[in-house]
């Protein structure tokens, strides 16, 4: 949605290599979550942020405690099977409703 | 754990008729479940949310004469699509969270409409 946005829309990394997502709220967000899409559409939960870091294997994931207004996962070492469309959802201070960035089509190749 | 169940996982209906799908939390109460729509190549659109003791707040484009969703009770929510055309195929995902956590989401409902 507007409310949230989502950059790259598509990557492509080789494995081994690392690379860093980002969603940036135009308003101040009281968490944000990561997902990953797999092939048959089912959303993985990654992470639920209300502030700080959070670090899970090769993936790490940021947000901003300040001013509340971006988020970023970073991936490291990338393997084949990081593939797919990376989320991000955020919900607004005082408002239960997540809004979902556009995602991220990251294909890791060989 | 927290596990949300949707069902049921794909469904094909005739163009004009209606479906209904289901949402059920288990180990955790669900006092607010909101349903969104992913459209083919597009990202998760909130068609509504429902919290215990309020009302349902329905987004812009979508109404409950559209998409009528019942939450009876802390474990289950269901929502029907009625008249369903062309435009109302996607994935329909059910997110279920206690309070202002985290928020888990079901495998979600994938419909198809000829």
């Known amino acids: 949605g507007d409310q949230v946005e989502q950059s790259p829309s598509a990557l492509s990394l080789h494995e081994g290599t690392d690379s860093a997502l980002r969603c940036n709220f135009t308003?101040?967000?009281?968490?944000v979550q990561w997902f990953r899409q797999n092939s048959r559409g089912s959303l993985i939960s990654l992470f639920y942020?209300?502030?700080?870091t959070k670090e899970n294997g090769r993936l790490k994931s940021a947000f901003d405690s300040k001013e509340r207004r971006y988020s970023t996962l970073h991936i490291r070492d990338a393997q084949l099977e990081d593939s797919g469309t990376y989320f991000c959802?955020?919900?607004?201070?005082?408002?239960?409703?997540?809004?979902f960035g556009a995602g991220t089509r990251l294909k890791v190749i060989a | 754990g927290a596990l949300v169940y949707q069902y049921p996982r794909r469904t094909i209906c005739k163009s004009g008729t209606s479906m209904r799908m289901e949402c059920q939390a288990v180990?955790?109460?669900?006092?607010?479940v909101a349903w969104y729509r992913q459209s083919p190549q597009k990202t998760f659109e909130l068609i509504a949310l429902?919290?215990?003791?309020?009302?349902?707040?329905?987004e812009q484009n979508f109404t409950q004469e559209k998409f009528p969703i019942s939450h009876p009770n802390l474990s289950f929510s269901s929502m029907t699509v009625l008249n369903a055309y062309l435009e109302d195929r996607g994935l329909y995902l059910c997110?279920?969270?206690?309070?202002?956590?985290?928020?888990?989401f079901g495998p979600g409902t994938r419909l198809t409409v000829l």
């Open positions: 959802a955020a919900d607004e201070t005082g408002n239960y409703k997540y809004v």
């Open positions: 308003t101040t967000m009281r968490s």
């Open positions: 942020l209300a502030s700080g």
């Open positions: 180990g955790f109460q669900a006092t607010s």
């Open positions: 429902s919290t215990v003791n309020s009302a349902i707040k329905y």
């Open positions: 997110g279920a969270r206690t309070g202002g956590y985290e928020q888990y």
